[in-house]
């Protein structure tokens, strides 16, 4: 597609319960990265993958927290047992630069999933 | 430790009211100070990415400088379109790490 494409746009759960959230980046792009929105907090970044791989996953708040990315492509975010805490909009960005590289800056961002932890 | 600081946190101005925002930062090693900008419900849009004292990028109405200390982003005759969060962020690592942003309204 055009540009990174999230889905769901919202969901609610109930504590406890486990979530995925899915993350289709633009076509050839292969650096993808997780980031989360809390109301009043800034940008907090979760999982950078390069290709498949994720070499760093330093931002996963708790072992709750997965992603995994196959074919190089859609990535998907798991959160087990969610708890209030994980209400956040959950943002999926994607470059053709790798993490790290001089102009690696320029991240083309996805509108995010909105989670609502009853 | 590394990190940028947004001011102010909110900025109102009346269209045409030219105006800065301002990012300062303590980075070690400075690898690209860069600007976004993030309308409500959307995801953040890049804007411009600085990598040395001096520089300065332009677009439309925006002005965007750095210096050792600060970056701003300086808005010409602003008008109602321009309203957003602007967010400044460097590299950490593999990724960005990002300021609490500068939410700008204009008005008619």
Redesign the interface.
């Known amino acids: 597609g055009a540009g990174?494409s999230q889905s769901p746009s919202n969901k609610v759960t109930e504590k406890g319960k486990d979530v995925e959230l899915r993350c289709d980046p633009i076509s050839g792009h292969t650096a993808l990265?997780w980031y989360r929105q809390s109301l009043g907090?800034?940008?907090e970044?979760l999982i950078?993958f390069?290709g498949n791989s994720a070499?760093?996953k330093?931002?996963l708040p708790s072992d709750r927290f997965s992603a995994e990315r196959t074919g190089g492509s859609v990535s998907t975010l798991t959160i087990q047992r969610t708890q209030q805490e994980d209400s956040a909009v959950y943002?999926c960005?994607s470059s053709s630069r790798?993490?790290?590289d001089?102009?690696?800056?320029?991240?083309?961002?996805?509108?995010?999933s909105r989670l609502t932890v009853l | 430790e590394d990190q940028v600081t947004q001011s102010p946190e909110a900025l109102r101005l009346q269209e045409g009211e030219s105006s800065s925002l301002n990012c300062s930062y303590t980075v070690s090693g400075l690898r690209g100070l860069f600007w976004y900008r993030q309308d409500p419900g959307k995801g953040p849009e890049f804007l411009f990415t600085l990598y040395s004292a001096g520089e300065e990028k332009e677009k439309e109405r925006l002005k965007a400088t750095l210096t050792k200390k600060e970056s701003f982003l300086h808005i010409t005759a602003p008008k109602p379109e321009d309203s957003a969060t602007y967010l400044c962020a460097y590299l950490s690592g593999y990724a960005l790490n990002f300021g609490k942003g500068t939410s700008l309204l204009v008005t008619p």
């Open positions: 990174v990265y907090q800034g940008l970044f950078y390069q070499p760093d330093s931002g943002l960005a790798a993490g790290g001089v102009g690696g800056g320029e991240l083309f961002f996805g509108e995010g």
